[in-house]
């Protein structure tokens, strides 16, 4: 299979019906080409060979385009290599966008990938989800949407999201296709469920859920 470049990233966004421009796409590649670079000293991903990870992280990321949300503030806990929300960034640039996650040495890892990628409206923060509330009162109620891709159990997410997210803000989680996706978790409510298929090399049945917070 040819490498994919920016303008083959395009047209396979496109034919998975993502809006994507060639500078957008250069950007998300520059991340992942940087972020697999530093998988062979640090354990990022387990994704290798890298038209599987542009499959794997890259379009799997892009496929929240589906959902039609248009987030300002967007959270992404236990984010470990920096997608999906890197893929979140790449399709809303004016969003401001956090990457959580509890392990010093991903974050690190991440934030230089951002910095070599000039992702400039993303940040890091090193911090447990689950402790963020207490330690961090600012980021209580701070974002308009929270997402989640192979953290925990639909219901574990929305324990850790609700007191993140503003009311009315959505919850937007990555899963498998035959994966639980209760209709109310807590004070959320399923509004959606968007199966996809993800394409060679690495095809896959996914979809995403999306909850709204009361």
């Not at 060979?49 to 589906?66: K, N, P, T």
Request: charged share 25%; glycine share 6%; with cysteine.
């Amino acid at each position: 299979m040819t490498a994919t470049d920016s303008s083959t990233l395009v047209l396979r966004a496109k034919a998975l019906d993502i809006e994507l421009d060639e500078p957008r796409a250069a950007r998300l590649l520059a991340y992942l080409d940087a972020m697999l670079v530093l998988n062979e000293h640090i354990n990022l991903t387990a994704v290798r060979d890298r038209e599987a990870a542009v499959v794997l992280h890259a379009l799997d990321s892009l496929m929240f385009a589906r959902t039609g949300l248009r987030p300002r503030h967007a959270l992404d806990i236990g984010t470990g290599n920096g997608f999906p929300g890197v893929g979140i960034a790449t399709l809303h640039p004016g969003a401001s966008v956090m990457l959580m996650d509890r392990t010093g040495k991903k974050v690190r890892a991440i934030g230089g990938c951002l910095v070599q990628a000039k992702f400039d409206s993303v940040e890091t923060l090193l911090m447990d989800a689950q402790q963020a509330p207490a330690l961090r009162k600012d980021l209580r109620h701070a974002f308009d949407l929270v997402t989640a891709r192979a953290v925990a159990k639909p219901e574990e997410c929305a324990l850790l999201a609700e007191p993140l997210l503003r009311p009315a803000g959505h919850l937007v989680l990555w899963l498998d296709a035959d994966a639980p996706a209760p209709e109310r978790l807590g004070e959320f409510r399923r509004t959606a469920m968007l199966p996809y298929e993800l394409p060679e090399p690495a095809v896959r049945k996914r979809v995403l859920g999306v909850w709204q917070k009361r």
